[in-house]
Each structure stands twice: as structure tokens, then as C-alpha cells.
């Protein structure tokens, strides 16, 4: 059979260990998503940063060269320079095939550096029908591609119907320019019952879900973790590395001496800490020592990686020494007492009922109390993230 089918060879990396996208997904991924958002040359004057199209390649490269195959962008990054460099690139190298790329409609792609007319802008914002065309079609050219691996609805408009979304999206599947759907930015009942009209009515459901969650902001395991969890959703957090706030003193001492403050469009000090994060910080400098951690930002992406299955992190950045340093967190293996450690630092609170009645592996006070008088119960165990394998396997 070896001599038909030989094995492939060790992983260069662990970025090329590759898992199931979700229950309802089954594609295999690279465990990292290289975000886009920087990768393009059209943001430089809002305070984001861009990156000409060589710096770009070169990123790219080393990202796909590592094993990485799962890219995240949108129609609007980089006023759509991020979408079209990738397109390029893939191109160029002829390996769109081995590339898993997600993107996104619902924002004005055209509001900067468009000849357009302020009367004319309306038509190309939102998740309605007409927005979604224009967006899909843009993109595919942009892309230099015929299909999108996974389309995002990027955030929750208010005004389109649910079941305009839905019947909409379902149809760039039936067509082929789709392949899955993925939701961001967007209130978990929302995509609960986005995802129960879908299946009610024979179209596509949303199989990600995509959103802000790191260790200093941890509102993300309210509600949408656990929508999730029951939808068979894979989850893609955004804003792991907190906006760049997780750092040691040491670095912050050596940006402070370099002038380098991180992004400005949220104001110049916006990459300042408070002393709550600090002490998060501590902490993870604290467990990064214990496990042998070269970087605390590390041992930040593992704790998402560890909490629940299926968490693909979108890791941005410019520079290919930064995102190899944030790979060394899939070698990261936390105990369950390092992340309640880390987690006890800021107590995070749930807020009613989550306070009251707990989660479903995990009861609060009140339900265990009704239950446990009503006879002894065994329950299933909470489903188990995947560690890392080790480096020499």
C-alpha cells in the first residue's frame, strides 16, 4: 500500500498538522488563519497599516511555506488591495487549489477612492441581496478565482431579513461560487435562528462563526461559544493578541524607546494598558516560564486554542519573524490549573442567567442544586480540544 499511496512527509511545522474544520465541515485546515487586514497598500493614512505588494508576497510565503493554508480577508481590507494581492500571489505561485480562503460582504469596499457619488454609495453596504451580488462578484475578480472557500456575512445589518440573507447566500452555493458560509460580528441568537431557518428550509447553514475574543476579553464565551458548540460551528477569533496589548514590560519599555505605539486610528494612546491588563500580562509571563514559552503573545493564542474545539485563531501582522514566533503556539500544551490561573487574574462574570445556571459541562450553583435533588446523575464530559502532538511527531 506504500509503494500506491506513500506517506507524506513530517510536517514542517505545526502549522501544516491539519484539523477538521467543524462538525459540519469536512475539510482539514491549517490551526492558524493568516489575517489580511494588513496586506494590501491603501490604509496607510488611517492608522491601520499596509504593506506594498513584495512585503505582502513575502508574508504570504512564509505563511504557506509553514504549512498554512486557511487565509482570512474582506472585501473592504486595504479599500480591496488585500483581496487582490492574494489573488496575485496564488496566481503567481499556481496553488489556489491548496488554499482555503475566507472573505467577507456587508461593508462599502467603494466609500474610499471610488469615483462614485455619495447618492450612489447605499447600494453597495449591508447583507441585503443587491449588496451581496456586487460583493461576491467583486471579490471572485479581486480573488482571481472562480469559488470562495468561506463567505462571511461580515456584521449583522438590522435591516435585512433573516430569510433574505439566507436564501441569498444559499444560492451562491447552489451556484458554486461558495462553498461554505460563516457569520461575524453578529448576536448569537441571531445566527441560532438564522441557522434553524436554514435547515427548516433546505438551504445552507452557517458552519463558522467569526469574532473578537482573547484572555483580556473574554465576553466572547457568553453566548457564542456555547451557540456554537450546539450549532457545530467552528469559531475564527479576531483580536487574539488584544490589539498588540499583550506584552511584557520589557517590550513595552523598548516600543516606548522606538517610538513604534502600534496602530493609531483608535487614538494614539489606544495601545496603552490598564493595570488590570498588566496583570493579566504577569500572568501569562508567569505560565509562559512554566511551560518554556519564548513569547507571552503565545501562550495568548494557546489559551484560545485550548478552551474549546474547533478555534482556528486569525493571527495578523507584517512582519514573517512575528507570525513565526506566534506558531510556537501550537507546541504550547496549558494544563487545566495554568489557564484557571490566568483566568483568575481579571475574573470574568457571565452575567444572568450564565451566573445562576451555569453552562451544560459546567453547572452553576442553582442548577446543580435542583438536580442534585432530584438523584445522582452522570453526565457526558466536556468535549476536548486537540494539544499539541509534540515536535517529534
Not at 330 to 349: G, N
Amino acid at each position: 500500500m506504500d509503494k500506491m499511496f506513500p506517506p507524506a512527509p513530517p510536517p514542517q511545522s505545526a502549522l501544516a498538522r491539519y484539523r477538521l474544520l467543524s462538525p459540519r465541515a469536512g475539510v482539514h485546515v491549517s490551526p492558524i488563519q493568516l489575517g489580511a487586514m494588513s496586506i494590501g497598500d491603501q490604509w496607510t493614512d488611517i492608522g491601520i497599516g499596509s504593506m506594498d505588494k513584495e512585503s505582502s508576497f513575502k508574508l504570504l510565503d512564509a505563511f504557506f511555506d509553514n504549512g498554512g493554508n486557511f487565509i482570512d480577508t474582506a472585501n473592504s481590507y486595504q479599500d480591496g488591495s488585500s483581496e487582490a494581492f492574494i489573488g496575485e500571489w496564488a496566481e503567481q505561485r499556481g496553488i489556489r487549489d491548496q488554499l482555503f480562503i475566507a472573505t467577507k460582504y456587508c461593508n462599502n469596499w467603494r466609500v474610499r477612492g471610488s469615483s462614485l457619488l455619495p447618492t450612489n454609495r447605499p447600494l453597495f453596504i449591508g447583507s441585503n441581496a443587491k449588496s451581496l451580488k456586487m460583493s461576491v462578484e467583486a471579490s471572485l475578480k479581486k480573488l482571481r478565482t472562480d469559488y470562495i472557500d468561506v463567505f462571511y456575512v461580515h456584521w449583522w445589518d438590522w435591516d435585512t431579513s433573516i430569510e433574505e440573507v439566507m436564501v441569498s447566500l444559499h444560492n451562491l452555493v447552489v451556484q458554486g461560487k461558495v462553498l461554505y458560509l460563516g457569520i461575524s460580528d453578529s448576536p448569537a441568537w441571531v445566527v441560532a435562528k438564522a441557522n434553524t431557518y436554514a435547515r427548516c428550509n433546505g438551504l445552507t447553514p452557517f458552519i463558522m462563526y467569526q469574532g473578537a475574543w482573547n484572555v483580556m476579553d473574554r465576553a466572547f464565551e457568553r453566548e457564542i461559544i456555547p451557540m456554537a458548540q450546539e450549532e457545530g460551528m467552528a469559531l475564527a477569533p479576531w483580536n487574539v493578541l488584544a490589539g498588540g496589548k499583550i506584552r511584557t514590560d520589557e517590550e513595552e519599555e523598548k516600543r516606548l524607546a522606538s517610538g513604534e505605539h502600534g496602530r493609531k486610528l483608535f487614538g494614539p494612546d489606544s495601545w496603552l494598558r490598564t493595570e488590570e491588563e498588566k496583570k493579566v500580562c504577569k500572568a501569562l509571563e508567569k505560565v509562559a516560564e512554566e511551560v518554556g514559552a519564548k513569547s507571552i503573545g503565545a501562550v495568548a493564542i494557546a489559551y484560545v486554542l485550548l478552551k474549546t474545539p474547533h478555534v482556528f485563531p486569525i493571527i495578523g501582522g507584517r512582519k514573517v519573524e512575528h507570525l513565526i514566533a506566534n506558531l510556537e503556539a501550537l507546541e504550547i500544551s496549558l494544563s487545566d490549573e495554568q489557564i484557571k490561573y490566568i483566568e483568575s487574574v481579571v475574573p470574568f462574570d457571565p452575567g444572568f442567567p450564565h451566573n445562576m445556571l451555569g453552562s451544560k459541562y459546567d453547572l452553576g450553583l442553582v442548577a446543580r442544586g435542583f438536580l442534585a435533588a432530584s438523584g445522582t446523575r452522570d453526565n457526558l464530559p466536556k468535549p476536548e480540544p486537540i494539544r499539541p502532538a509534540g515536535k517529534s511527531q
